[in-house]
């Protein structure tokens, strides 16, 4: 019997409920340096100066477009570490997909992995959008952060690997790797991205200058194709003319 492939999404933050307590408590600033000088920096307040929309609503609206992308997909969804634990005690014997929550999946890519499931480790050529671009990443020869997925025996050995972004300094020349054709999902880098706000907050006005990159970025046109990938920036665009109202 075929491995089940399983999206996993590495948060279960749910930001439509967040509250700048929340944001601070969050259990992932434990792991991650970046996060806690986010929070440090009280990130949201910086943010919330300057747009129409608050930190927390922008990246709630992000989290529903990424949500439509996966549910898309008619994958079971697993969110968070906890999620993950409870799936990898059961059966390690699946294929797990990971995803940050504003990230997007083709809406095929079940079909198109599912004639990989025998290997460890699967990965493939993606999208990167970062403030509206959207350009094809150059072609890879390894497998990566995003655009990828591996078995749950991998994952259970260490758990980390698909929480830490440095996951890829992680493989290990024993597995059995299969790069499959096309594109199929999409990392996207918004104003609100951690890794976008912090060279930004490191700067002068910081909060002029997120301005500027939303208006930059909500000015660019989209490509009509993929037709899947269109639709969901065309909605994240329509989230920044918000943001900018």
Not at 54 to 71: D, H, M, P
Not at 136 to 142: D, I, L, N, P, T
Not at 189 to 199: F, H, K, L
């Amino acid at each position: 019997m075929a491995r089940e492939l399983v999206v996993f999404v590495r948060t279960s933050v749910d930001w439509s409920s967040m509250t700048n307590r929340k944001f601070r408590e969050q259990p992932m600033a434990g792991k991650s340096p970046k996060l806690r000088w986010l929070i440090r920096q009280n990130a949201p307040k910086v943010w919330n100066r300057v747009f129409n929309l608050t930190y927390f609503q922008f990246r709630a609206g992000l989290q529903a477009i990424g949500e439509r992308s996966l549910k898309a997909t008619g994958l079971r969804i697993l969110r968070g570490p906890t999620e993950l634990q409870v799936q990898l005690e059961e059966d390690p014997d699946i294929m797990l997909l990971p995803t940050d929550d504003d990230d997007l999946l083709c809406p095929h890519i079940s079909d198109a992995l599912a004639p990989h499931l025998e290997h460890d480790v699967l990965y493939w050529d993606d999208y990167f959008v970062r403030n509206g671009v959207c350009r094809e990443r150059e072609e890879k020869r390894y497998f990566t952060t995003n655009g990828a997925a591996l078995t749950g025996h991998i994952v259970a050995d260490d758990p980390t690997i698909v929480v830490d972004p440095g996951f890829v300094k992680k493989r290990t020349t024993d597995r059995d790797v299969c790069k499959v054709p096309g594109r199929l999902s999409a990392t996207n880098r918004t104003e609100a991205s951690i890794t976008r706000m912090i060279p930004v907050l490191r700067q002068r006005r910081p909060g002029h200058k997120l301005r500027r990159a939303a208006q930059s970025a909500v000015r660019v046109v989209l490509p009509g194709e993929p037709s899947w990938l269109a639709s969901y920036l065309s909605d994240v665009q329509e989230l920044r003319r918000q943001l900018l109202a």
